[in-house]
């Protein structure tokens, strides 16, 4: 054998050496085999280094520089992001994440433990309230202009629009929490209970505290009222619901709003700035009803999630000539009615 | 007599070094988990999702995102 030959065949050992090596330790350890890449173990969240990455701050009453729509819409948006990331890494981690092609997964019924599910539907809707909602920065166009002006007679008020879609965006807000607490229920293997927000104002400490339902508030529905299609099958379900059901009469509230005089989240109207849970137009009407799960305390997250996602807008609804379902005044808030609270809360809530 | 090439045979010694860790660290592992009978580690790809996905959910339960306190029964 000459030097050529022993030198090829030590060659070809030591690259078959070293790639069983590298192989190996890909398998079974973390160790970091391409440049620049961190070990699993030390790697954060996301694609950012940490110190790049926004701040996410996952507080029920989040201190904001700010208490304005728009600082309200960028946490809404960090935090959908967040959410959206962790549902990926749930997937790619081979946790039991169902995949939405393009319908929202089935949970009623379905063995075995759904918080994947209700991750990803907790996803679907805060990525619905986002887009429904008004990015601060935008610019109204010609025909957003014109229907404002049509539907309210006056010039364009961003205010007011903002008003609108301040409901989507603290629904955003509420809706990524309980899409982060569902996975990590998925990840300790336990069952997702609702933590009930603040009822008057969803942005308060958590609603720990149990108060009367206030007076001249929508009383939160069952929850077979989200299928807007099935009126039949909901009277019934409605029928019996209403026996025997405490929890109808009372809401979370956090505990300086239960100790006091509340101070809700207050929405502009046309009629001046009232309570959220007081505006009907083009505002879902399982915020008011259910006031963010906070009034709903009989619902379960399977009962909340679908009706953040189902349930219809108030001007939908009118739009649709339904006659079934929640929400079902149109127009501006009642509270700028004035009078016929009782008759416009039965009308919305038959 | 032969001659030895001590040049080789000092440069031996650092390649040595480079494999045995390199080859005997994750045959190891692998053999130590074969004699238990446990089951293989999940896929590089799978651990670095969930190591992510653990460091995203740790900065939900740090900044607030888990309740602060349990909640209390319903008052009367």
């Not at chain 1, 000459?2 to 078959?16: E, Q």
């Amino acid at each position: 054998m000459d030097a050529s030959t022993r030198a090829g065949l030590i060659l070809a050992a030591v690259t078959a050496l070293v790639t069983l090596a590298l192989t190996l330790l890909h398998r079974f350890t973390d160790v970091p085999l391409r440049p620049g890449r961190r070990p699993t173990g030390e790697r954060t969240a996301g694609d950012q280094p940490a110190g790049e990455r926004p701040f996410v701050d996952w507080e029920s009453a989040p201190d904001l520089p700010e208490f304005s729509y728009a600082a309200l819409y960028a946490l809404a948006v960090r935090r959908r992001d967040a959410l959206a990331r962790a549902v990926r890494c749930a997937r790619e981690a081979d946790l039991p994440v169902p995949e939405p092609l393009g319908l929202l997964p089935e949970t009623r019924g379905q063995a075995g433990p759904q918080e994947g599910a209700y991750a990803v539907l907790a996803l679907a809707a805060a990525d619905e309230f986002i887009e429904e909602s008004l990015p601060p920065d935008s610019v109204p166009t010609a025909g957003q202009l014109d229907e404002f002006e049509q539907r309210t007679g006056g010039t364009y008020d961003r205010r007011l629009e903002e008003g609108i879609a301040l409901t989507d965006v603290v629904a955003a807000l509420e809706v990524s929490r309980i899409g982060m607490r569902a996975l990590i229920c998925l990840t300790e293997g336990t069952a997702l209970t609702l933590d009930r927000p603040c009822y008057f104002h969803p942005l308060h400490e958590r609603g720990t505290e149990r108060v009367p339902w206030p007076q001249d508030a929508f009383t939160a529905e069952d929850p077979g009222h989200a299928l807007v299609d099935e009126v039949d099958e909901v009277d019934e379900v409605d029928d019996e619901g209403d026996e025997g059901d405490k929890d109808d009469d009372v809401v979370a509230a956090c505990p300086a709003c239960a100790a006091g005089t509340p101070a809700p989240l207050l929405v502009r109207t046309e009629a001046g700035e009232v309570p959220y849970y007081l505006t009907e137009f083009e505002t879902k009407s399982v915020f008011q009803t259910s006031g963010y799960g906070a009034g709903a305390l009989s619902w379960d997250a399977d009962d909340l999630l679908r009706a953040f996602v189902e349930w219809h807008t108030f001007e939908t609804d009118d739009d649709r000539g339904d006659t079934g379902g929640a929400g079902r005044a149109g127009g501006v808030g009642r509270a700028s009615g004035g009078q016929g609270d009782t008759d416009d809360r039965t009308e919305a809530t038959a | 007599m032969s001659t030895v090439d001590w040049s080789r045979a000092l440069a031996g010694l650092p390649l040595g070094l480079l494999l045995v860790p390199l080859l005997l660290h994750p045959l190891a592992l692998l053999t130590v988990r074969l004699v238990r009978r446990r089951p293989l580690p999940p896929p590089r790809s799978r651990r670095r999702a969930r190591a992510e996905l653990d460091a995203l959910l740790g900065e939900f339960a740090a900044r607030g995102g888990t309740p602060s306190r349990a909640q209390g029964p319903p008052a009367p």
